[in-house]
């Protein structure tokens, strides 16, 4: 298997739009791997896939060389925001038949939310026909409570049928005072807002967890780890397996 292919030519005619954001406010959970295997994902049934990364820290997707993301500033040079930026993007949003994916990083977070509630972003690319799609990280262990604000600020101002769970189990259950995500009342009092849950299963950590790990280190694509000259034959069809997981609830979540 080669590399995912990707065009980095922008189609103005025909294809299928879509926005899909990974945003959390806590750094460091997964919103770089969320969106680096929902644009594997997408790439592989032939979706016109745009990736960009806009996190101002750490360009974690744009050093997926296969996925050909691109670097987008949305912050001076003095750290600070420049909000005609986020007007350009969402212009491009608009104009252009693609499905993006935008890896805003945890520090772009809260300023990023607050233009897209204050300009009704959402609302207005529904409009002109770009459904926006919302793919928040929830992590089990420690980080449970530093993601479910995440979720909750979020889904509060979300559309019904728009937010796409990504249930990381890697450091631990996903379970606070004995309760589980759907029996807890920030689930409870948001669950119209939810499309889908995409669970990642706590795996044995030397064994599907160093492998996985260390695909993500090097930077690769499912696919191109399970080529030739990466990983050994035990650990491919590791990689085969998680992949396989992963995509078939992709698939039955029908995202665009």
């Known amino acids: 298997m080669g590399k995912v292919r990707n065009s980095n030519e922008e189609n103005t005619s025909g294809g299928e739009c879509a ?16 969106a680096s295997c929902l644009a594997e994902f997408l790439i592989r049934r032939g979706k016109p896939v745009r990736c960009i990364d806009g996190n101002p820290v750490n360009r974690s997707l744009a050093k997926d060389k296969a996925l050909a993301a691109e670097s987008f500033e949305l912050m001076n040079r003095d750290g600070l925001i420049e909000r005609w930026r986020y007007d350009a993007l969402v212009e491009r949003f608009a104009t252009t038949d693609a499905v993006f994916i935008l890896d805003s990083g945890a520090t772009a977070f809260l300023p990023l939310w607050g233009f897209m509630v204050e300009s009704e972003m959402i609302r207005v690319l529904g409009e002109v026909g770009r459904r926006v799609y919302l793919h928040i990280p929830v992590t089990g262990g420690e980080a449970l409570d530093d993601t479910l604000p995440g979720f909750s600020t979020i ?26 995500l759907d029996e807890m009342q920030v689930y409870i009092d948001n669950r119209e807002k939810v499309l889908a849950s995409i669970g990642i299963p706590q795996r044995s950590p030397d064994t599907f967890g160093k492998t996985i790990r260390v695909m993500r280190e090097r930077k690769l694509t499912f696919e191109e780890a399970i080529g030739p000259g990466e990983f050994f034959l035990l650990e491919k069809s590791r990689l085969y397996a998680a992949r396989r997981d992963l995509f078939e609830q992709l698939e039955s979540a029908r995202l665009a």
């Open 155 to 180: 889904a509060a101002a979300a559309p019904d049928k728009s937010v796409v769970l990504w249930l990381n189990e890697y450091s631990g259950p996903i379970v606070r005072d004995g309760k589980r």
């Open 19 to 34: 926005v899909h954001l990974a945003p959390q406010g806590k750094g460091g959970v997964g919103e770089s791997v969320v």
